[in-house]
């Protein structure tokens, strides 16, 4: 299925109370993710349906996902919306995926006008990769490669494929999607940024399982429209790991080399 058909979701069920609900949803096999469905897609599917309920003079600022528990691919599911604050400048709005009766993913977003101010510090952060002719990743291996990662081209500049005993602990490369989408938004943006594997992957020496436990994304505006077919570059690098979990810090650019997000993440890996 088209990313495009999953992020285009029906129109919402409004409670009572006002919140919205988006019923009869299912995420197909080949977005599998191991037992679960692909993180992606599950907090991009959030953030369109939280999206409807938002005024056009706002923009994403940040997003928040709590990865609870797993949901169950080709199973149905709901996302329900629920405004949390909408003040004068800001808008707070929490999103849940609700399978079987059981949260199993919660994102929190904010959303902000943009207003005049005095104070201005410039990103000057950027990144000396040549961008990819061609993908260059990870070769589909059954029962080892995600079903997901058919979805996504990613062309590894530095780092490892995962389980085979680097010592490094950072991916750098860039990615984009196999099947452009027709226009692309920020709920594409979030669903691509969670493609590359946990950095901490490829340390391991034979395939173990390992999820997100938490994911939070903050978002640079304004940058420049961008096209479906446009190669985005990634860095990740783990902060620190012990215990079975790891930190990890991410920089995302545009193809003008201009950062547009930035990804932080607590994985738990189970070696």
Known sequence: MHIDELLHLPEAQIQANKHGLFSGLQIPANWAQGRTAFGGISAGM?????????????VLRAFNTNFVGPITVDEPFEIEVIPMREGKNVSHFLGQVIQSGKICVACQACF???RASKIEVE????HAMSAPK???FIPQIP??????????????????IPFTGRKSSHYHGFMRFTQP??????????????AWPPTLLQMMKWPAPASTVTWNLEFIHPHRPVSGSDWFAYQAHTRQAADGYG?????????????VAISRQTVAVFD
């Open 134 to 136: 061609k993908a260059q």
């Open 46 to 58: 959030v953030y369109s349906a939280i999206q409807q309920f938002v005024d056009d003079d706002r």
């Open 181 to 194: 989408p027709e226009k692309f938004t920020d709920a594409h943006l979030i669903t691509i940024i969670d």
């Open 143 to 160: 029962k080892v490669t995600p079903k997901f990662l058919r979805h996504f081209d990613l062309a590894i500049a530095d780092g490892g």
């Open 123 to 126: 990103n000057r952060q950027v």
């Open 112 to 114: 902000g006008v943009g």
């Open 247 to 259: 930190h990890t810090e991410a920089t995302i650019w545009d193809k003008d080399n201009e950062v």
